[in-house]
């Protein structure tokens, strides 16, 4: 079955950078788009951008353009999303997901904590 | 930027149907999905292309579209219904975007 599993939780100094891995498995690597979704504490979801395992390109959401780099490892079916110029309002759980139309398989989030 | 709006939160009885809406100026020309998130816990996809059902979930969860407003529909609504609901669509960009939520009570 489809699943996609993703790094432990993080805590990091304002300014930093985290590099959160979504290591998918069950299903041929490239045959789904993997998305990035975050949500902070008590608000709503987050679409961050979508990176195709396929070619390798991205798309980013604007308000993250110039922050947010996703990349891949074909040889482990792992992407990466790195977030960079980290801030308090970056504190969320940062989510992976397969896209088979919808955001069908999620990973099972990965909390990042920005604090000093 | 692109927004989707839904109602901060719904009340329903047991056994009632719930009706959680959301509006876009993408709508009708993109489609529609829909997500069921409970505390704690990842998000699952209830309803994709606006009124199609992914496998396993049940039959109560419906979707209406297209139309400037879609809607998700809870059919006989149980006490495992209560959570948050987001629905999802995207721009002629390409970017995706989330609707605010709404909280689903069930009374």
């Known amino acids: 079955q489809v699943q996609v599993v993703q790094s432990g939780a993080e805590v990091k100094k304002p300014g930093a950078s985290v590099k959160v891995s979504c290591k998918a498995s069950?299903?041929?690597?490239?045959?789904?788009?993997l998305h990035w979704v975050r949500q902070a504490p008590g608000q709503g979801l987050e679409w961050m951008g979508l990176f195709n395992p396929g070619t390798g390109t991205t798309h980013y959401a604007q308000k993250f353009q110039g922050r947010v780099t996703m990349t891949r490892d074909t040889s482990t079916s792992t992407v990466y999303m790195e977030l960079s110029s980290l801030k308090s309002e970056d504190t969320a759980v940062y989510y992976c997901?397969?896209?088979?139309?919808?955001?069908?398989?999620w990973g099972q989030g990965t909390l990042v904590t920005v604090s000093s | 930027s692109y927004e989707l709006t839904q109602p901060p939160s719904v009340s329903v009885s047991p056994g009632q149907t719930a009706t959680i809406t959301c509006s876009g100026d993408a709508f009708p020309n993109q489609y529609a999905y829909w997500y069921q998130q409970k505390p704690g816990q990842a998000p699952v996809l209830l309803i994709y292309k606006d009124s199609e059902r992914p496998s396993g979930i049940p039959e109560r969860f419906s979707g209406s579209g297209p139309g400037t407003t879609v809607t998700l529909t809870i059919s006989g609504v149980q006490a495992e219904d209560e959570a948050d609901y987001y629905c999802?669509?995207?721009?002629?960009?390409?970017?995706?975007?989330f609707g605010g939520g709404t909280k689903l009570t069930v009374l």
């Open positions: 069950g299903y041929t690597f490239t045959s789904y788009y």
């Open positions: 999802q669509s995207a721009d002629n960009s390409g970017s995706w975007v």
């Open positions: 997901a397969g896209a088979d139309g919808g955001l069908d398989y």
